[in-house]
């Protein structure tokens, strides 16, 4: 545990709390609008926003990987052991933070799964 509290000062609707700076932040999902500030700001990648939406999931998670990946690609789906688990498209390739935040498409089943992406070799 990293005692810091970026996230709880850069969240546009105070989404965030913490009592103490030792403590686990606690979001309050009645008030978040997934607006993803917190995901690039987090110094420990600790955060992620999960969106479901008719069949897909939108997952945005912190990449500190190059090259970045390139919005439209379809890379590896990979979940929280590195396995892979199927295959997700590139939706959006944030740098506005000092940590590049990517969001991919997976099929909605993978939505509690897919925490990382591999790109695919075309060698
Ligand atoms: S996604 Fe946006 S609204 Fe939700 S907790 Fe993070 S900064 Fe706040």
């Known amino acids: 545990m990293i005692p810091c509290n970026p996230c709880v000062a850069i969240c546009p609707v105070h989404a965030i709390t913490m009592n103490d700076i030792n403590d686990t932040p606690a979001v309050d999902f009645e008030k978040c609008t997934g607006c993803t ?4 700001i987090c110094p420990g990648l600790a955060i992620f926003v ?5 069949e897909k999931a939108s997952i945005t998670f912190p990449y500190e990987f190059l090259p970045l990946p390139t919005v439209g690609n379809i890379v590896h789906a990979v979940d ?3 396995k892979t688990r199927g ?5 959006k390739v944030n740098t506005r ?9 997976v099929d909605k089943t993978l939505a509690m799964d897919i925490r990382m992406i591999k790109v695919m070799n075309h060698d």
């Open 37 to 40: 500030r917190c995901v690039g």
């Open 50 to 54: 999960v969106k479901i939406k008719d």
């Open 80 to 82: 929280r052991e590195g």
């Open 87 to 91: 295959t997700a498209k590139i939706m």
């Open 97 to 105: 933070a000092k940590t590049a935040v990517i969001t991919v498409e």
